[in-house]
T-cell receptor, first 111, second 113 residues
Framework: GIQVEQSPPDLILQEGANSTLRCNFSDSVNNLQWFHQNPWGQLINLFYIPSGTKQNGRLSATTVATERYSLLYISSSQTTDSGVYFCAVPTYGGATNKLIFGTGTLLAVQP | EPEVTQTPSHQVTQMGQEVILHCVPISNHLYFYWYRQILGQKVEFLVSFYNNEISEKSEIFDDQFSVERPDGSNFTLKIRSTKLEDSAMYFC???????????FGPGTRLTVL
């Protein structure tokens, strides 16, 4: 099945710094989602990004499907950005399209 | 904005007890999912449900698990006889048609003692 790897596994930033998180996937995909898991464990939808670039405030994401990767950019990081960031891609077949999650990047933003 | 809701937010149970986790998907969505996340690990697929039947289930989803859509709005996950290793965060998700975005609920944290 499709493999999804994320890097780096851990990242520590000072407040105000910028960062880039990467998601690599082993097979062709038609869409990709980025999530933020907050310290309470909730999964927050960040982006649904099949290809191209999307921006939402200080966050933006780019997916290059032909090269099998996606990037999540966080600018001017804040302590509330701390948590785990997951990317996920769907598998195909029948009526499922279940999501396969990556290994996650644990981000800690220090004041 | 419509959202997926889950109750309870936290459930504590004794080993061997039955638990039912509740989800209300977004109202016009047709595909429903349960995922699980053991503490410190990544999110894993459990089961998908479409047209009132299971469309796919993972190896984790054994005979102790079942899902039901008892009415037009609720989607439940039942664990018949809980084990210690069932302790995890359980997420419900839903989507419309095609290859659309999946929307996740806030999760239920299940603790089995």
């Amino acid at each position: 099945g499709i493999q999804v790897e994320q890097s780096p596994p851990d990242l520590i930033l000072q407040e105000g710094a910028n960062s880039t998180l990467r998601c690599n996937f082993s097979d062709s995909v038609n869409n990709l989602q980025w999530f933020h898991q907050n310290p309470w464990g909730q999964l927050i939808n960040l982006f649904y990004i099949p290809s191209g670039t999307k921006q939402n405030g200080r966050l933006s994401a780019t997916t290059v499907a032909t090269e099998r990767y996606s990037l999540l950019y966080i600018s001017s990081s804040q302590t509330t950005d701390s948590g785990v960031y997951f990317c996920a891609v769907p598998t195909y077949g029948g009526a499922t399209n279940k999501l396969i999650f990556g290994t996650g990047t644990l981000l800690a933003v220090q004041p | 904005e419509p959202e997926v809701t889950q109750t309870p937010s936290h459930q504590v149970t004794q080993m061997g007890q039955e638990v039912i986790l509740h989800c209300v998907p977004i109202s016009n969505h047709l595909y429903f999912y349960w995922y699980r996340q053991i503490l410190g690990q990544k999110v894993e697929f459990l089961v998908s449900f479409y047209n009132n039947e299971i469309s796919e289930k993972s190896e984790i989803f054994d005979d102790q698990f079942s899902v039901e859509r008892p009415d037009g709005s609720n989607f439940t996950l039942k664990i018949r006889s809980t084990k210690l290793e069932d302790s995890a965060m359980y997420f419900c998700a839903s989507r419309t048609t095609g290859l659309g975005e999946q929307f996740f609920g806030p999760g239920t944290r299940l603790t089995v003692l």
